[in-house]
């Protein structure tokens, strides 16, 4: 099975050792056989989410160049996964080009749906002993509808003391752009989302989402709060 690698903008520029490599590794160990496109750029949720339509569709006729040779798509991140999914709307007016958007769509997906829809394993064999939590994101969770996957895989992982956390539909604040232009806003949303994870005593925030992640992470630090933040790849990658 072939599956081309969608890292996206986060996991490149600020988590590649961690998340990108566990990726791979998880990807591999199931006997994928991994490319990474290096034309690869953002998927253009920014643009699309303030608005810019037109901008958006330029890189999303790119991103489908860049794909459309790959029997599978696979991304860590629900958020961006989602904006793939996003594409055949921009091209209503656009029936070839929706048509190819379309196909871009049917073969992405998020790591864990696609290591639980796609090959069908929901016990990767990890062992992480702590006491974890889990931020259910609102694009992987509500647009891309992924919600059984994270849970079936972290039920599996040997050692780990879940605990949900309360009030875990509610967004973290981030939304991309939503945190720089509603930004005293978005502070009381993820101040919130903090006081919820510290009532787990959780020792580590997991998500799926490095959006969301560094949002809480980075509010986390700055409070100085005794919580580690990981992307569930690091946590099923961890032997």
Known sequence: MKVSLFLTCLADVV???????STVELLERFGCEVDFPKEQTCCGQPAFNSGFHRESREIAK???????????VVSPSGSCST???EYAGLFKEDPEWQKRAKQLAE????LTQFIVDVL???DVGAHFPAKVTYHTSCHMTRLLGVKDAPMKLLENVKGISFIELPNKEQCCGFGGTFSVKMNPISEQMVD???Q???ETEAEVLVGADLGCLMNIGGRIER???PVKVMHIADVLNSR
């Not at 988590?15 to 490599?21: I, N, Q, T």
């Not at 790119?62 to 599978?72: G, K, L, Q, R």
């Open 107 to 110: 073969k992405s997906y998020e």
């Open 83 to 85: 904006m793939l999914h």
């Open 223 to 225: 409070q100085g709060k």
């Open 62 to 72: 790119h991103m489908i160049e860049t794909f459309e040779e790959a029997e599978y």
């Open 192 to 194: 919130e989302k903090v």
């Open 120 to 122: 069908g394993i929901e």
């Open 196 to 198: 919820h994870v510290e």
């Open 15 to 21: 988590y590649p050792a961690s998340v990108g490599r």
